[in-house]
């Protein structure tokens, strides 16, 4: 069986335009490292409402959700269940470890002036914006957040 491509040679052209392109991003990546420059983000617009929650897990897998301040029972969350909810625990308590930290310190969840909810660990100052996840992740948080009052809490 003969190669079909056998006679034709790569064309040099695709080959230049890839490593001028790698090229490129390196040394774009190299200089943004070096001066510290980044890309502008878009701004956290403010907290309008709020609540401390504290997740403990239980002995059977479940895993409780509680009002930091009032120590109330928000929601339990059944062993198996809201997968997104417990990724972003299981991401939070990675970084936790890194500063000797538990997850038994509450996190504070918010609610912005554009509607978008937030999840901020104040341990390592890593700030969630929920939306970023899709609609349907952010809403599992939402059910965490208390109906939605006039003022901030």
């Not at 301040?69 to 062993?79: A, M």
């Amino acid at each position: 069986m003969s190669d079909p491509f056998e006679e034709r040679p790569f064309p040099k052209g695709v080959l230049i335009a890839v490593a001028a392109l790698l090229s490129f991003t390196i040394i774009m990546i190299a200089v943004a490292r070096i001066t510290g420059v980044m890309l502008p983000q878009a701004p956290v617009t403010e907290e309008v409402q709020s609540r401390e929650i504290m997740f403990v897990d239980q002995e059977d897998g479940s895993t409780t959700v509680k009002d930091a301040t009032t120590g109330e029972l928000i929601q339990t969350l059944p062993p198996g269940s809201e997968g997104f909810i417990r990724g972003v625990l299981r991401s939070m308590a990675r970084q936790r470890r890194g500063y000797d930290a538990t997850l038994d310190m509450p996190f504070r969840l918010a609610r912005r002036e554009s509607g978008d909810l937030t999840l901020e660990d104040p341990v390592t100052g890593i700030l969630l914006d929920l939306r970023a996840y899709g609609e349907t992740n952010q809403a599992s948080f939402a059910e965490l957040m208390p109906v939605a009052s006039s003022g901030a809490e």
